[in-house]
């Protein structure tokens, strides 16, 4: 993902590690210690995928982001921004190494990204103090995973947001956050925002947009629905994409077999390798 921010961690000893099959977030590695830091999960590579699809025909002068953890997706932003002014806010109460992901965060900026800042601070109480490039154009939402939390970082959010704004709110699917993005967008829509679920990516983002008409259709045409017949694992059009099944209901072949396998050759008396 973007090999200049990849190099920049690198260079501090540390490797992201993109996520694998059965845990979709990204990870900070640090190599000398051989161990994973324990701070919050970054962005996917989906999310990448859509901030790249946004920047073709959206170019903000400055970027918010709420939630910096070890700063993966400030300097995605970063990257494919170069030219928007990024400032990030995190109260660093997720994982007992955030503290190490704001200094990361800070040490790759002064080197390699002049354009971003990081403030450690509590969205909402404390964005007048970290939003010195208003007005936004493009605002990150990722902090606390609560719907409280994500209607107090929309309202928090709204009187920096640029004339022409684009909210991306991560997480929304992942996090059972449905209920606060249907209040957003209705709250949103006479203020001229129109809303747009990205379903396919690996946490359910969904992008709230007040913009040109063109980018709206455009927008419009990147989507896809949470519900519907076809989501895995709905009964209906009516259910969401993340309804309560049973525990198996996720797992592969392989791994239902292998348990099978493990409880009969317990049950039979066999080592259970
Ligand atoms: C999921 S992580 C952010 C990941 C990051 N956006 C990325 O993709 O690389 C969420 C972060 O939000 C921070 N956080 C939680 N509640 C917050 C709040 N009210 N204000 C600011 N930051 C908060 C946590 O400390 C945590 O580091």
New binding site residues.
């Given amino acids: 993902m973007l090999p200049k921010v990849m190099r920049a961690y690198h260079e501090l000893g540390y490797t992201i590690d993109l996520g694998n099959p059965t845990r979709v977030y990204?990870m900070i590695v640090d190599e000398k210690a051989h161990k994973t830091l324990n701070?919050?999960?970054?962005?996917t590579i989906s999310?990448a995928f859509l901030f790249m699809q946004i920047e073709r025909v959206f170019k903000p002068e400055s970027i918010f982001?709420?939630?910096?953890?070890?700063?993966?997706?400030?300097f995605v932003l970063a990257e494919l921004f170069p030219n928007a002014k990024i400032d990030a806010?995190?109260?660093?109460?997720?994982?007992i190494n955030?503290g190490m992901?704001t200094q990361i965060t800070r040490q790759i900026a002064a080197k390699h990204f002049p354009n971003v800042q990081v403030t450690v601070?509590?969205?909402p109480q404390d964005l007048a103090k970290a939003t010195t490039h208003a007005p936004y154009g493009l605002i990150?939402v990722?902090?606390?995973?609560t719907n409280e939390?994500m209607l107090l970082?929309y309202a928090g959010m709204l009187p920096y947001a640029a004339q022409e704004c684009v909210f991306v709110f991560?997480?929304v699917g992942f996090a059972h956050m449905l209920p606060s993005w249907e209040k957003i967008t209705a709250e949103a829509a006479p203020l001229g925002f129109c809303g747009s679920t990205m379903a396919y990516t690996q946490l359910g983002t969904c992008v709230l947009a007040r913009a040109s008409q063109p980018v709206l259709d455009y927008l419009g045409a990147l989507s896809s629905p949470f519900v519907g017949a076809y989501r895995t694992g709905a009964k209906s059009d009516e259910e969401g994409a993340y309804p309560k099944r049973p525990f198996f209901w996720d797992m592969s072949f392989s791994h239902i077999e292998s348990i099978v396998r493990r409880k009969f050759r317990r049950i039979v008396g066999l080592s259970a390798k």
């Fill in positions: 990204s701070v919050s999960g970054g962005m999310d982001i709420i939630g910096n953890s070890f700063g993966l997706s400030t806010i995190d109260a660093e109460i997720e994982g955030v992901g601070g509590f969205s990150f990722d902090g606390m995973h939390q970082d991560h997480d």
